[in-house]
């Protein structure tokens, strides 16, 4: 069994429901996916921490700084940092609020993201990519380039579209159809 | 990570990080007597020769055997392991050992290994996440060999 065959089992067992949904955009589901119980559990930090670290490094996309809206991003992308640094090729991570800090500095991004910083961004569960935009153009705005969306999951409503226009390579780890089958299949 | 003692299957291709189908390579290893520590099973330190041996055997079925790293003064250097050690193994069994690649670099590769009884009941005994480094005849990191990356990428059939 891979990390990736045990990552999947655990999205299955923890994260995916099968049912009738209403999701954030409004729109009618037959599953839903609420990857923070896996993703926030002791065993998804480690198998997504591998996996997501190994899809990078096969990508072509060399980041230096992984990072996206809080919450949801948060324990993928310290878990890659946590596993980039055990590999000896350190990724840091950040944070992007999703408002500026009204005390203190007043900014929006958390951790440290240099200018000219390569920047993956990342999401856990992706429909439209609307929300990851304006983590993307916060990131921009900061000074760094953005080389990429990895999505733990994408539901595969229009988000891989919006970011090829934009020139923006979108990595997922599954697909929604991917995880509802494999639940169905797992009973 | 859980340490069930699941039975492997036993599929020629698995599915690694990048969500990218792989080929499997498979190596048979005999315990041999002396290969049992003070405890009467296998030392944990003879695991890691065991896996060592497969991942050469990996290289060999992907085309790459040991004489042509010599030959070109080519050198693989591991720079990290984790194992987790998941049931004892004893004098005359047989193993299996299945090693694919999880994912390449520039100049390294992430190979997974799980050990596994090589009878009905498929028991996994260890499994092993390695991490090495191409090195050049000048002993600095070299690129990956791009006919080992596509050997261990695509299968040599």
């Known amino acids: 069994m891979t990390d990736y065959d045990r990552l999947t089992d655990l999205l299955v067992r923890r994260s995916v429901r099968i049912g009738d949904f209403t999701l954030a955009s409004g729109a009618k589901s037959d599953y839903y996916i609420d990857a923070r119980l896996t993703t926030m559990s002791a065993e998804g930090q480690l198998l997504i921490g591998q996996v997501a670290y190994g899809a990078i490094m096969d990508s072509d996309l060399h980041p230096t700084h992984v990072g996206g809206l809080t919450l949801g991003a948060d324990p993928i992308s310290y878990a890659i940092a946590h596993r980039s640094a055990l590999e000896g090729t350190p990724i840091d991570a950040f944070t992007v609020r999703k408002r500026a800090k009204e005390h203190g500095t007043g900014q929006r991004i958390e951790g440290g993201l240099p200018k000219g910083a390569r920047a993956l961004m990342i999401e856990d569960t992706m429909t439209t990519g609307r929300s990851t935009l304006s983590a993307v153009e916060a990131v921009r705005e900061h000074g760094a380039d953005v080389v990429g969306v990895l999505t733990v999951v994408d539901r595969s409503d229009g988000a891989a579209e919006v970011f090829a226009r934009m020139g923006i390579p979108l990595l997922h780890l599954f697909t929604g159809k991917q995880l509802v089958d494999a639940a169905r299949a797992s009973g | ?157």
């Not at chain 2, 003070?38 to 896996?51: K, R, T, W």
């Not at chain 2, 085309?63 to 987790?84: Q, S």
Request: glycine share 6%.
């Open chain 2, 1 to 157: 990570m859980t340490l069930t003692r699941n039975a492997a299957d036993r599929t020629k291709r698995v599915v690694s990080s990048s969500g990218r189908e792989r080929p499997v390579s498979e190596t048979r290893i005999a315990v041999r007597t002396s290969e049992l520590d003070s405890f009467g099973h296998v030392n944990h330190a003879i695991y890691l020769n065991y896996f060592e041996h497969a991942r050469f055997e990996a290289l060999k079925q992907a085309g790459f055997p040991w004489g042509t790293l010599e030959e070109r003064g080519w050198a693989i250097f591991v720079v990290r392991i984790e194992v987790d050690y998941v049931a004892e193994t004893h004098r005359e069994d047989e193993l299996l050992i299945r090693t694919w690649a999880d994912s390449f670099r520039r100049t390294s590769m992430v190979l997974e290994q799980e050990m596994l009884r090589d009878d009905d009941s498929g028991e996994v005994v260890a499994r092993a996440r390695v991490t090495a480094v191409w090195i050049g005849s000048d002993r600095r990191p070299m690129r990956v060999p791009p006919d080992v990356q596509r050997g261990l990428s695509e299968g040599t059939t």
